[in-house]
Structures are given as structure tokens and as C-alpha cells.
């Protein structure tokens, strides 16, 4: 049994004027606070920073210290192994006080402002996090940008000016973030992160039912001195959370209707445990993203799914047992997705110059394509049982002799599936099989997946005649290569088990490559 958490989210139903001005004026509100706390506190981020790399450096002297100490088979602790152990243990709890003063002085601050308590219970975790999240990066030797709020004004004429006078380097530079600088949108709003969902109206969000079956929830939106501020009764409604009854009655929030179906209320609500919420303003709706704790049970794999990314197809995938015998395959086709990126190119080209370039609806297209990929291979995972199986493309994605000169324009291959669409796909795979109780994607060297025949083992460049056509020279085997080189990913990982992995800096001898391997398996050599 495993927890995994999802997040669905509910469009608030045909809110009245009133209603939508009061969940504006929340997320306005919301938003100058978390702007207001993260100044506050840009400098406590940096001295955090410090501190962690301070903890880190002493115990990589600790670990050396003990590391000569096993060596040596020394078993009392040495005195600069000692010194290292107490700066370390000294240094972390300095750090933990510090992170208590800046908890309580983010608390002073948000207390002042005119904001409800759901607003201020979110907005300390989101700046609590932002400050160990650029810390990580620090002492990980990464460049950490503090967020800064976006102004309203355009500063491109400003920049132009400041271009133009510029005679330094620093000056140039300064001039150069305010022409690419895009003012903020005035129409959109930081969404407001809730975290709490217990009784206390005053603080939380809470999914109620009423008799009828319908779905509200209860907001926190402002607190009871707002003008918003008006008594409201929730009557003999159901905390869907806990399957309680609720009668109470609060000045601080309002209670929206949802539109939810039934498929929100058996996939979400009934099976899962809310854990937090956030209130979106998005194209003139307001919607309610809630985070839902679900219970699955672990499912024990027996066979292996293949994966292998394309070019003519997005992907193809298929099912092989231990034995290689093959339950199922079948594939995306990518001509949509790459025809649709095309005349996006083409598209860009022509406005570029004159507005910027954009990629927003080209990235959704291609996400939602990847998307529906995703939810076919867990879906046949799930049928088969199988583990699921990856090509590991990091040296070709990654190497120095794929690095394109100057001017040099991207290959097909390249356009069509990049680096970033090659991680989106991994990581959709991974909370979506995560989501069914399958466990995560394992993955297996690319090399020679797609020359290698399935059938006989036989490995040579002229087994693919074209780029969707297999035929072994070898066997006379024919097959789509996608398919047959998504049955040789299993198949890798079926030999990786059985014969291990390779050894660094030793050959590996020719009976135990997979060709051979596989030739063994197929009785096709003794």
C-alpha cells in the first residue's frame, strides 16, 4: 500500500458580482502580502545559504575524518573527528534558531496586514520554502535568482533611453533586463495557497455536500472586519473529508457551489483525503485546485513494457513476458504533433520581429500529445502488469559531438523530440504509474536497440532499410522498427537481470553481449 497525492481541480459555479469582487480582492490582497514578506526576507535567504554551506563543508571534514579512522581500524574517535562532529551539530542548531526568528518575523509581518488566515497560514510556507529552495541551490554551487515582482509600467522605452546613455558594461546590462523586462498583467492574480482544511472556518477550506448531492466549498476569503464580512450558516452539510455532519456559522469566508460530476467525486473526493487547496483566478473563472491523499495497492510486475521514442512516431511501446514472448505493442504517430510544429515555426518566423516570440500553445500541444502517450502506456502497464522500461538517451542528448555550431539548424529528430520533451515524458511516467501502484521507469542503454533484430539476436546497420522499415539481413525477420526496437528495450532489461551489469574498465566478453544473449534465449545458438 502506497500514498500518492492528486491534485483536481473544480471550477466555482457562476460566482455573482459580489462574489467574484470578494475572491479578487482576496488574491490581490494575497498576493501584495507574499510580495511584501519575500523582500522582507531576501536577506535571511542569503545568510541561510551561508549556514548550510557551512554544515555541508564540516561534514564532508567529519566524513573524511571517519573515512581515515575505518582505514586505520581505529576505534576511538580522533580529536579533529570529534571537533568536526560538534561544529556540525553546533552549526545546525544555530540554523534551526534561525530559521524560528524568521518564521516569527514573517508571523509579525503578515499579522499587520489586512488578510485572512488562510492567506497568511500559506503564504509563511510558500516563503519558508522559496528561502530553503534558493539556499539549496547556493551551496550547490547554482546561480539562485531572488523572485522579483514584475512592474506594471512597460520599461522597454526606459531600457531604449538607458541603452543609449549606457558607457559601462554594468550599465549596458541594466539597460538590457529593462527592454526584455515584460510588464506584469494586470488581469492575473498569484494564486492563494490554503493549507489548512480543518473545522476552524477561519482558516480553512473545507467540501461540503448538502441533501440534494450538490458540492460547495467553504473559503476563507477575508476575515470578519472585511466589508466583504457577512454571517453565514452552513447547515446540516456534509465535511466530505470526514463524513461528518457540519452546523456551524462563521463572518469569515463564504460557502461557493462547484461544478463537479460524478467522475471528480469517485476518482477525488469519496476515495481520497483533501491535504490542501489553492484558489485560481485564470481567463475570467475562478476554480479551486484541491490536493487529495490517495491509498493504492502495490502491484507486483511480472512482465516488461518497452518504450522507444521516434521520429515517425512519437513513441512505440511494447509488451514482452520473461520469456520474450510479446503480449501486445502499438504506438502514437507524431506527424500531427510535428506538422503542428512546423507551422508553429513558420508561424513565429513571420511574427517574431515584430512581437517576440512565443511558444505557450506550442508547448501545450506538445504536452497534452505527450499526455495522452503517458496515460496509453500506463493503461497497458496496468492491463499486463508489467514494468515499464525507458531508453537512457543521456549521452546522445548530452554529448559534445551533438552540440550544434553556430547558425546550424536543429535536425528533424532534434525538433521533433528534444530534451525537455524526453524529461516530460519521463516524468509524467512517473507520477501517473506511481498514481496505479506500478512502480517507477527503469531505464537501459539505447545502443543498438534499434539495429538489433528481436527475433535472432543479429545486430548490423543494414537491418534498417528505412527510417519505419526493419529487416533483418541475418533472419529475413521484417517488422516496424519502432516496434521491434521498443520489444528490444524490454528485452535489455530482462538480459540486464539475468546477466548483470557491465563491469567499469573491463571488457565484457562476447558470450555475455546481448546479441549473444539473445541468440541463447531464441535456440538459436548453443
Not at 570529534?82 to 553546533?90: A, I
Request: charged share 30%; net charge positive; proline share 2%.
Amino acid at each position: 500500500m502506497a500514498d500518492v497525492y492528486k491534485t483536481c481541480l473544480f471550477k466555482i459555479h457562476n460566482p455573482s458580482k459580489r462574489r467574484r469582487a470578494m475572491m479578487l480582492d482576496c488574491l490581490r490582497r494575497n498576493e501584495r502580502a507574499y510580495w511584501k514578506v519575500l523582500d522582507a526576507v531576501k536577506s535571511d535567504a542569503e545568510d541561510d545559504a551561508i549556514m548550510a554551506k557551512q554544515v555541508a563543508e564540516a561534514n564532508d571534514a567529519f566524513k573524511i575524518e571517519f573515512r581515515e579512522r575505518k582505514q586505520a581500524k581505529r576505534s576511538a574517535e580522533s580529536t579533529k573527528e570529534l571537533h568536526w562532529k560538534e561544529q556540525m551539530q553546533h552549526l545546525r542548531e544555530l540554523r534551526r534558531d534561525k530559521a524560528s526568528v524568521v518564521r516569527r518575523k514573517i508571523d509579525k509581518l503578515l499579522q499587520e496586514l489586512p488578510i485572512p488566515g488562510s492567506s497568511s497560514g500559506g503564504i509563511s510556507i510558500d516563503a519558508l520554502a522559496q528561502i530553503k529552495s534558493t539556499s539549496e541551490l547556493l551551496v550547490g554551487g547554482q546561480e539562485a535568482n531572488w523572485p522579483k515582482r514584475r512592474p506594471i509600467e512597460d520599461s522597454y522605452l526606459d531600457g531604449l533611453d538607458a541603452m543609449c546613455k549606457a558607457v559601462t558594461t554594468e550599465e549596458l546590462t541594466t539597460a538590457q533586463d529593462l527592454i526584455n523586462t515584460k510588464p506584469r498583467d494586470t488581469n492575473t492574480v498569484r494564486p492563494m495557497s490554503i493549507y489548512r482544511n480543518d473545522l476552524l472556518l477561519a482558516r480553512s477550506t473545507l467540501l461540503l455536500a448538502d441533501e440534494k448531492g450538490r458540492i460547495f466549498v467553504w473559503l476563507n476569503v477575508h476575515d470578519s472586519k472585511s466589508r466583504f464580512a457577512r454571517k453565514v450558516h452552513v447547515k446540516d452539510m456534509v465535511n466530505l473529508r470526514t463524513g461528518e455532519l457540519l452546523n456551524k456559522s462563521s463572518s469569515a469566508g463564504e460557502l461557493f457551489p462547484l461544478e463537479c460530476s460524478n467522475w471528480h467525486l469517485e476518482k477525488f473526493v469519496r476515495d481520497g483525503t483533501m491535504q490542501s487547496s489553492k484558489l485560481i483566478y485564470r481567463n475570467n473563472e475562478f476554480f479551486v485546485a484541491c490536493t487529495f491523499k490517495l491509498s493504492v495497492e502495490d502491484v507486483d510486475t511480472m512482465n516488461y513494457l518497452g518504450v522507444d521514442r521516434g521520429i515517425e512516431m512519437l513513441a512505440a511501446w511494447a509488451v514482452v513476458t520473461p520469456d520474450l514472448t510479446v503480449l501486445a505493442s502499438g504506438d502514437a504517430e507524431g506527424s500531427t504533433l510535428r506538422d503542428y510544429q512546423r507551422a508553429a515555426e513558420e508561424r513565429f518566423k513571420q511574427t517574431q520581429a515584430r512581437k517576440g516570440f512565443s511558444g505557450m500553445k506550442w508547448r501545450a500541444f506538445g504536452d497534452h500529445a505527450i499526455h495522452t502517450l503517458a496515460n496509453v502506456i500506463v493503461a497497458q502497464a496496468l492491463e499486463h502488469k508489467c514494468q515499464v522500461v525507458l531508453e537512457d538517451l543521456t549521452v546522445i542528448t548530452q554529448g559534445p559531438h551533438h552540440k550544434r555550431t553556430k547558425g546550424q539548424r536543429r535536425s528533424n529528430f532534434a525538433r521533433m523530440l528534444n530534451r525537455a520533451q524526453y524529461a516530460k515524458l519521463e516524468g509524467f511516467l512517473e507520477y501517473k504509474l506511481t498514481a496505479v501502484g506500478l512502480p517507477t521507469p527503469v531505464k537501459v542503454r539505447a545502443a543498438f536497440t534499434s539495429q538489433g533484430c528481436n527475433k535472432c539476436g543479429h545486430s548490423h546497420k543494414d537491418n534498417r532499410l528505412d527510417q519505419a522499415t526493419f529487416k533483418c539481413v541475418s533472419c529475413g525477420h521484417e517488422d516496424n522498427a519502432d516496434h521491434n526496437a521498443a520489444k528490444n528495450i524490454a528485452s535489455k532489461r530482462i538480459y540486464w537481470q539475468e546477466v548483470g551489469p557491465k563491469v567499469s574498465g573491463k571488457k565484457m566478453q562476447d558470450k555475455y553481449k546481448f546479441d549473444s544473449w539473445m541468440k541463447q534465449r531464441r535456440n538459436l545458438e548453443t
